[in-house]
């Protein structure tokens, strides 16, 4: 009976070791999840629309005025270089006799540009013409 005792009593002692269930153990260091709450999410500000900077109108501007040619100092300055200037008023000439005149003076050598010869053949008909 003692083999039987014995044999019992380790059979209880088994069965009480596997079929209770082991007490539950929460281990504290595990974090518990936590409520649903509000987060504050950073929201980058809203990107506004900018307007690119207005140019102002420019209004076309005239260009600038051709320099207005002095027919008379051209006369005292290219002309009096060959002869005097008391010349042109000693003989009056129509505009078309002036400009041949002129023509026929920078054929000798007067140095005129295509602007100072006008300038030159206005001023002489307006002074000394017929």
């Not at 005792?5 to 260091?29: Q, R």
């Not at 002309?79 to 008023?89: E, Q």
């Not at 003989?91 to 003076?105: F, G």
């Amino acid at each position: 009976m003692q083999k039987t005792s014995i044999l019992l009593l380790l059979l209880v002692f088994l069965l009480t070791a596997c079929g209770s269930p082991a007490p539950a153990v929460v281990p504290t260091d595990v974090p518990q999840p936590q409520a649903a709450t509000a987060t504050t999410v950073p929201v980058e500000p809203a990107v506004q629309p900018t307007t690119p900077p207005v140019e102002p109108v420019v209004q076309p501007t005239n260009p600038p005025a051709a320099p207005v040619i002095d027919g008379a100092a051209l006369l005292e300055d290219r002309c009096s270089v060959c002869h005097s200037t008391n010349k042109a008023k000693q003989a009056p000439r129509t505009k078309s006799d002036w400009e041949k005149t002129v023509l026929r003076m920078i054929d000798k050598g007067a140095q005129l540009n295509e602007a100072e010869k006008q300038a030159l053949i206005d001023h002489l008909a307006q002074t000394y013409g017929k």
